[in-house]
């Protein structure tokens, strides 16, 4: 891991520019993945490159990467369709002088499968994405699963959030990926897909490491690209989220043999100090709902092998 180049000397314009507007629909734009991920595309090297990133929520990142990483240009999606729209409007707002470098792809994208955004990923260097990594809760796979492990779902689970699309994703319909056992299928499929499309461009992935940094970089090097950890932090787990998926997989490694070498990765402290497993995560809540929870976020560079 780097130290992060010093930043333009506009960074001040732009962290004073007008507030992204920010709908309920909407990830939070002020959530600390948001941080996370934009101190992992300053050492991301992004100065004249072409990028695109699979969901771009309130383009807040697409802003970002104009005004302060430099960019060339950068084009992208999202698989709701009323959020290509808005991030341009934000982009307008934020980066003015470089909006006219961002090339929304409108309509519902999911991942690159759209004419559109393949011809833009096939142009791209680097392409960008913070997907989900926890399937649905009333996925009909997952709740089998879950059923079989004797973990019941967690308290509110069922209540959805506004934005939570940016949560949960359809875990049965990526079961032929292998790493969808370990709730990376919906990232495993997007590295498939640029293998196929863009065999030279490298990927930039923020994600939760709930599963552990170990095996999201083995995920990397399964589909054929040399994973960097660019940036790490330990961020407050999301009250709104389901982790029963965790639990019942920890529990079904269990006399398996591999429960030695496997745990997930949660903590009772924002300094990561206190580890806990998901078993004991989930114990922690049952008994003080509102116990604080903790996990690691990082945000990891493939460079295709």
Known sequence: MTDSKPLPRDTESYETAPSPVSPEFAFDPTDPWTETFQKGLERAELRDKRVYEVGVGTGINVAFMLHICGAAAVAGSDLDPRLAQLAEAN??????????????????????????????????????????????????????????????????????????????????????????????????????????????????????????????????????????????????????????????????????????DFACEFYADPEGRQHLTAIEAQERVDSDPDAPLFHEVCVIRGRPT
């Open 91 to 260: 982009v307008r707002r934020l980066a003015p002088r470089e909006a006219d470098r961002f090339t929304p792809v409108h309509g519902e994208v999911s991942l690159i499968d759209h004419p559109e955004a393949r011809t833009a990923v096939e142009r791209a260097d680097i392409v960008i994405g913070c997907l989900p990594q926890v399937g649905d809760p009333d996925d009909p796979r997952l709740s089998s699963f879950r059923r079989a492990q004797k973990v019941a779902l967690a308290d509110g689970a069922e209540d959805r959030e506004a934005d939570h699309l940016a949560h949960y994703y359809p875990w049965a319909d990526f079961d032929a990926f292998p790493f969808n056992a370990v709730g990376l299928g919906l990232n495993e499929a997007l590295l498939r897909r640029l293998r196929a499309v863009a065999p030279s461009a490298e990927v930039v992935l923020n994600f939760g490491a709930r599963i552990g940094t170990e095996v999201i970089c083995g995920l990397f090097e399964a589909n054929g690209y040399t994973p960097e950890i660019l940036h790490a932090q330990v961020v407050r787990q999301h009250a709104g989220t389901d982790f029963s998926f965790f639990v019942a997989l920890e529990k079904a490694l269990r006399g398996s043999g591999l429960d030695g």
